[in-house]
């Protein structure tokens, strides 16, 4: 249930980046973020304004969503893309927030997924889409959330193909799992906590994930071996392509917000053990080669650009001014982004693992 409030020919896609201190980061986006910061709006033009305001956004969230949303219980606010959703509202854009189950496996909840944007006909259940008035949707997911996103297109690519879906943000996601989701990596306490989330933690295991995109993959090829030219192909793949983003992150240990920080606590160890990455997942396994446009690494960790309280650096500062004038920044910058970036060079069929460190 949600809750709701192999051919490795890279697509070769030119962007510009910048290495600042071993993080890269597209140029145009990180000077978009930076001006969005100093004064919000001042950088997205109007037409985008425009364009983004008849789109209808939908925030698709990670695992434990589900603790995040306990403060509402008792008159308080879910602060899982709190100044996200702050910031498509300041653009006028409407929004849904999904919360994915986090007693189900990502591949259970991509179906669930789908249900909840095209609705259920067995039911009598409209969804999302038609509830407003048939806008394009643009899925803007975090962690499992961007696991499950990103599954849901590559099994149900007509929702792109037919302009459902129209974009797929996925900030910092769980695509290639994580090597801290192991049940052998896991602390007593973690182990016995996460009986209660089983499957969705076994499902976001390194060697399960990875698997199950390579599944993904598989049947994404197989619908576009459904048509009948090389360039019909082609087309169906660079329309896919195209509308798909990452934005992956990186921060060593001492910056770690104290959310990361209580996670790798109760699980008993710690992610810096097997490479660089935000904290919880590996830079490297945010992404696939050869599908998608990758905005690139930023300077953050696993809750910095999505979940207000628990993304700052510590818990004595609840909400800190700056933690939401970034996160606001970053919504509209990555969303102008989104609608700036469509065009895409050399684009060959083919989706690999990324092999970079980040």
Wanted: glycine content about 10%; proline content about 3%; charged content about 20%.
């Amino acid at each position: 249930m949600i809750q709701r409030f192999h051919c490795a020919i890279p697509v070769l896609l030119l962007v510009s980046s910048l290495a600042v201190g071993g993080i890269r980061i597209d140029e145009r986006f990180k000077q978009r973020w930076q001006a969005e910061k100093v004064s919000p709006m001042s950088d997205i033009p109007a037409a985008t304004v425009a364009n983004l305001v008849d789109r209808h956004v939908v925030f698709v969230a990670g695992i434990l969503n589900e603790l995040t949303s306990c403060p509402q219980w008792f008159g308080g606010t879910n602060s899982y893309f709190i100044n996200n959703i702050s910031a498509v509202k300041q653009l006028g854009m409407t929004y849904s927030w999904v919360g994915p189950s986090s007693a189900e496996s990502f591949e259970d909840d991509a179906e669930d997924l789908y249900r909840e944007i095209m609705g259920d006909k067995e039911l009598g259940k409209l969804g999302i889409y038609a509830e407003n008035g048939g806008k394009p949707i643009i899925l803007f997911a975090h962690s499992m959330g961007g696991a499950t996103s990103l599954r849901l297109v590559l099994t149900h690519p007509s929702l792109i193909w037919d302009g459902v879906i129209d974009r797929v943000i996925l900030i910092e996601p769980a695509i290639g799992g994580s090597p801290m989701a192991s049940q052998k990596e896991l602390s007593w306490v973690a182990r016995l906590g996460s009986q209660f989330f089983r499957p969705s933690l076994d499902s976001l295991t390194s060697e399960h994930a990875k698997t199950s995109f390579v599944s993904a993959v598989d049947s994404f090829m197989g619908y576009l071996s459904g048509f009948e030219s090389d360039a019909e192909r082609a087309e169906k793949f660079g329309t896919v392509h195209s509308k798909i983003f990452y934005v992956r992150s990186e921060a060593s240990p001492e910056l770690l917000s104290f959310g990361v920080q209580w996670v790798q606590m109760i699980c008993g160890t710690s992610l810096a053990r097997f490479g660089a990455g935000d904290g919880l997942i590996l830079s490297k396994d945010q992404k696939l080669n050869g599908l998608g446009i990758d905005l690139g690494v930023t300077h953050g960790d696993h809750f910095g650009q999505t979940v207000g309280y628990f993304s700052n650096r510590s818990i004595f500062s609840i909400w800190s001014r700056e933690t939401i004038r970034l996160q606001e920044a970053f919504t509209r910058a990555v969303l102008a982004q989104a609608y700036d970036l469509t065009q895409f060079e050399g684009c060959q069929i083919g989706v690999s693992w990324a092999n970079d460190t980040g």
